[in-house]
């Protein structure tokens, strides 16, 4: 549903490289090309994954939207050290490790509702390309060959850690730095690791060997999006030392002044308050969650939020999530009866109304806050609706769910499968044979599932209650 709404030309976003929140200039009349950093295929991804990428999915929708044409782009990385150490372990070929995983991440991501990426690249495939920017950097003296790999001259490259706003100075001895006395200066990084025994390799002008993580990425996005492009995006850690090795990589290959004109990053992700780790036993993988709540309950629990700010996760988050999700469920599906065949008409009141906390910085949270405030006014005012009424309120609950996926929208929700099609037929047959006490079991079960219905006549309609357990 593309409406013309208040943010188109007045954006505002939160850029990382500027430090603060600028105008969010993207032509509307372009394509704007969007790289955000996916996964490292070796384990299955957790609620940290979710948050970012339930974001830029929902960006990208929104953008969409609004207008433009979005080409998003991911990278996967399918060979790495954890991978590699993961191989052994199960002792399998790191092919299949990072295989099964990749559809793994997929299979979730489906699930999820994040279905906005237009590519997914494995880095493998990109062979060709990273060897040719490695020749570049060597050639062009930002880059040199040791005993162990090809390393990235920090010293040449001014700009590293404006990203991150740290000091060049400062990083020569810094906790974070990897001691090796191969590096020329503490400070320079990987960009191919030639081969240790056992390990999986590929022929290259430095020996046999692979690439650094870094190089991966900028290979992918020069070849698909090139050398500058609109939105860069991933988690905050990611920041430093990754993505300013991004910057320092590229821009010595192409000379040009930026890679990416906005960088978009989302906050952290905590469990009861701590950073999520496996060292402290507090990592959530997404199908845990989604064992005990809906890919709904989950996309609103991450969205409710600053992007770029730290979340808090928790059951009560997601109780809480779930109880709002419900709400707008079963609005949309009162509204959605009421309206019946009505043409859809826009209510552009309430979606610029809504629109309005999304022109500055994506807030999503106070997006939600202000739609509540309308599911309790439509709620109040259900019964005295017309039909064209239930559709102008309907238009606005659509607009909100087209890029944040948080309704459950009747027949088409993750719930409403084959089994409660089954209960409701079962229950009818009940009733014909007046058996009521069976056919009031039934309803009672569904109430307990969040579902609603309501005997009309000889048809019976459904929809998902605000409430669960009554």
């Avoid at 603060?20 to 969007?34: D, E, G, H, Q, S």
């Avoid at 290259?204 to 050398?227: Q, V, Y």
Wanted: charged letters at 25%; proline letters at 3%.
């Amino acid at each position: 549903m593309q409406i013309e709404t208040n943010s188109v030309g007045s954006m505002k976003i939160y850029d990382t490289m500027q430090k603060k929140v600028v105008p969010f200039r993207l032509n509307k009349n372009r394509i704007v090309k969007m790289y955000v950093c996916g996964p490292t295929v070796y384990d299955s991804p957790h609620i940290g994954h979710a948050k970012t990428y339930i974001f830029f999915d929902a960006l990208a929708k929104y953008l969409r939207a609004q207008g433009f044409q979005v080409f998003y782009v991911q990278n996967i990385t399918d060979l790495d050290d954890k991978i590699i150490t993961k191989a052994a372990q199960e002792n399998l070929p790191t092919e299949i490790i990072s295989k099964r995983y990749l559809m793994d991440y997929l299979k979730i991501m489906k699930s999820l509702k994040i279905d906005s990426v237009n590519l997914y690249v494995p880095a493998t495939m990109e062979f060709r390309k990273i060897i040719s920017q490695i020749k570049t950097l060597v050639r062009k003296g930002y880059a040199y060959e040791t005993d162990d790999g090809v390393y990235f001259s920090v010293s040449r490259f001014p700009d590293y850690g404006k990203l991150s706003g740290q000091d060049l100075n400062s990083l020569r001895s810094g906790s974070r730095i990897d001691i090796n006395e191969n590096k020329r200066d503490p400070r320079d990084f990987v960009i191919w690791k030639k081969m240790k025994p056992g390990e999986p390799y590929w022929d290259s002008p430095w020996g046999k060997g692979r690439p650094g993580w870094h190089i991966e990425d900028t290979a992918i996005t020069d070849a698909f999006l090139g050398k500058t492009y609109d939105i860069h995006g991933g988690g905050s850690d990611l920041i430093f030392p990754h993505h300013e090795a991004e910057i320092a990589i590229e821009r010595s290959v192409s000379g040009r002044k930026i890679l990416s004109r906005y960088w978009i990053h989302t906050g952290m992700l905590n469990i009861e308050g701590e950073k999520m780790s496996k060292s402290l036993h507090n990592y959530v993988t997404i199908d845990e969650v989604l064992k005990d709540f809906t890919p709904e309950d989950l996309r609103y629990a991450l969205l409710n939020c600053q992007f770029n700010t730290q979340l808090s996760f928790s059951g009560e988050l997601m109780e809480e999530s779930r109880k709002n999700v419900n709400a707008l469920s079963s609005i949309y599906n009162k509204l959605k009866q009421k309206a019946g065949d009505e043409n859809m008409e826009s209510d552009y009141s309430i979606i610029n109304s809504l629109d309005s906390f999304l022109e500055y910085n994506i807030d999503f949270r106070g997006m939600f806050s202000k739609l509540m405030s309308y599911v309790s006014e439509w709620n109040k005012n259900l019964d005295a609706m017309d039909s064209r009424e239930a559709s102008l309120s309907l238009s606005a609950l659509k607009w909100v769910n087209e890029f944040t996926g948080v309704i459950r929208e009747g027949e088409n929700s993750a719930r409403s499968d084959d089994l409660i099609r089954l209960l409701l037929s079962a229950r009818k047959s009940l009733r014909t044979a007046k058996d009521f006490s069976s056919s009031d079991a039934i309803r009672s079960g569904l109430r307990k599932l969040g579902v609603h219905i309501e005997d009309q006549g000889s048809e019976t309609i459904w929809w998902y209650s605000d409430t669960e357990g009554e």
